[in-house]
């Protein structure tokens, strides 16, 4: 069986839902990379995160489910100040933070200094610190 990559995870919880789910729909599937990530998450981005690894017969039925789970979070989250669900988790530019970050990494060598993330929307461009969740009633009035 010729395996390949259907998607890279940055967390372990991420990916065995979405493993668990491709279960479900008798595809088989496992996790590359996963326990060295779990156990030294600093190596996640030299590894390039966790693998989620399918059967190349199976890439069609698998993106079929990824692309519907995807639709599903994303409207389940959305702007609090616009309502959009066109919204993602970021690495910010604008946050202060992160430029002292960037000037101290390069006075001082190479030295990681966390970086801090935030949600952004692209519709209003305005950056926040959490998202909207919507409960179930709220995603089914808006259908």
Not at 71 to 93: G, L, M
Not at 115 to 127: A, S, Y
Request: aromatic residues 8%; contains cysteine.
């Amino acid at each position: 069986m010729d395996f390949i990559i259907l998607e890279t995870f940055d967390n372990y919880i991420d990916a065995h839902l979405m493993m668990g789910r491709l279960e479900e729909a008798g595809i088989k599937c496992w996790l590359k990379d996963e326990d060295t990530i779990t156990l030294a998450p600093m190596l996640g981005n030299a590894l390039g995160g966790i693998k989620l690894m399918i059967n190349k017969n199976d890439i069609d039925d698998a993106n079929k489910i990824l692309n519907e789970l995807k639709e599903i979070k994303r409207k389940s989250f959305a702007c609090p100040y616009c309502s959009s669900h066109n919204i993602e988790y970021i690495t910010s530019s604008r946050k202060t933070g992160n430029i002292i970050s960037s000037i101290l990494t390069w006075l001082m060598g190479s030295y990681a200094i966390g970086i801090k993330q935030t949600w952004r929307c692209f519709n209003c461009n305005k950056e926040f610190d959490e998202p909207v969740e919507l409960n179930k009633e709220d995603l089914n009035m808006s259908e």
